[in-house]
């Protein structure tokens, strides 16, 4: 199962686009076979099977009701199936997106939908050492292992001297749990430790740890780490704060972040139309838990544009003691 924790809109998809007309008549036939499909590629991919039956009830009633008859673009249908996935599930990964043309970008200036594009540092906006020794490395998204792990293996290289990292998150999408698990396994000593397991709708349960010990990676799991975050902050970006802050192993700083914590994967509805559908829950090593619908609380609440003043002064501080 390729399962992934998918970037928040705005951000773009992770998953390759195919390509599509941009628009089409809005008219009652396409209402119905988009809806039905819709319905079912739900039913059958979703992971709590308690609630599916609801979110297919809910969909045929709206459109018997003619709700998506004030649909004039395929945007506007769009939105208007997502008001009713998201009123009922309370789920910020179950979307339906219009699908574009390669060439067309996506909306709100998301980086290009082909990954193959993607120069290998994606992800990585900044990476430096402060003076007194603060390293600051800052993650954008969690591309698959294959894609990050030689950037991120250069990012680590060059914030060894730190004697104290902070790890900006704030403009974080999410992506990859295995990257978010190659992170992480350079910030605790264990190989091998346990991190979170995703529990599917049916089969095995995948888990991931830190890298093992024949993996060649300079690990530290003793100096000091600030994790930033925002409201913007979504699914992978906030798990790696949850996943440090349940271990004890960070202090967060900033907002509260989005709440979603499902992980899946794109499906196909139609030529013009692809739907998000959690096929797992993340369970993590130490709750048993995730941040789904709560987020993360931060220890230290404070505005994001504020977050990177507050991470270094108390860096500052500790370093000093």
């Known amino acids: 199962m390729r399962t992934a924790w998918l970037l928040a809109a705005g951000f773009g998809l992770l998953g390759l686009q195919a390509p599509g007309p941009a628009q089409r008549a809005i008219d009652t036939e396409f209402i119905y076979t988009t809806v039905n499909t ?21 969909l045929k009633q709206a459109r018997a009701a003619g709700h998506f008859a004030s649909a ?12 009713i996935l998201f009123e009922v599930t309370r789920d910020k990964h179950l979307n339906v ?13 998301g980086p290009a939908p082909n ?38 293996a250069e990012a680590m290289k060059t914030l060894e001297p730190a004697a104290a990292l902070i790890i900006d998150m704030r403009a974080n999408g999410g992506g990859s749990p295995g990257t978010v698990a190659i992170l992480l396994s350079y910030l605790f000593e264990q190989p091998d430790l346990p991190l979170f397991d995703i529990i599917p709708r ?37 798990g790696f704060a949850y996943l440090m802050q349940e271990r004890k192993r960070a202090v967060i700083v ?6 979603a914590a499902n992980p899946g994967r794109p499906y196909p509805v139609n030529e013009h139309f692809e739907v998000t559908v959690p096929n797992g829950r993340l369970s993590s090593a130490i709750t048993h ?21 507050v991470a270094i002064e108390r860096a500052k501080a500790a370093l000093k003691k």
């Open 202 to 238: 049916q089969g095995e349960r995948d888990t991931y740890k830190t890298e093992p010990a024949s993996a060649k990676i300079a690990r530290n799991g003793s100096r000091p780490i600030w994790v930033l975050t925002s409201s913007r902050s979504f699914s992978g970006g906030e």
């Open 38 to 58: 819709l319905a079912g590629v739900i039913n059958n991919e979703y992971f709590d099977t308690e609630i599916t039956p609801r979110v297919f009830a809910e």
């Open 289 to 309: 838990s995730n941040w789904e619908g709560a987020g993360v609380t931060p220890d230290i609440l404070v505005p994001a544009d504020q977050a990177m003043d």
């Open 97 to 109: 997106q219009v699908v574009r043309p390669p060439s067309q970008p996506p909306p709100d200036g």
């Open 72 to 83: 004039k673009s395929l945007q506007d249908f769009a939105n208007l199936l997502n008001n």
């Open 115 to 152: 990954r193959r594009d993607q120069p290998t540092t994606a992800g990585f906006k900044r990476v430096e050492i402060l003076p007194e020794k603060i390293g600051v490395l800052e993650v954008t998204m969690f591309l698959r292992p294959s894609e990050h792990r030689e950037a991120l």
């Open 254 to 259: 900033g907002e509260k972040t989005a709440g």
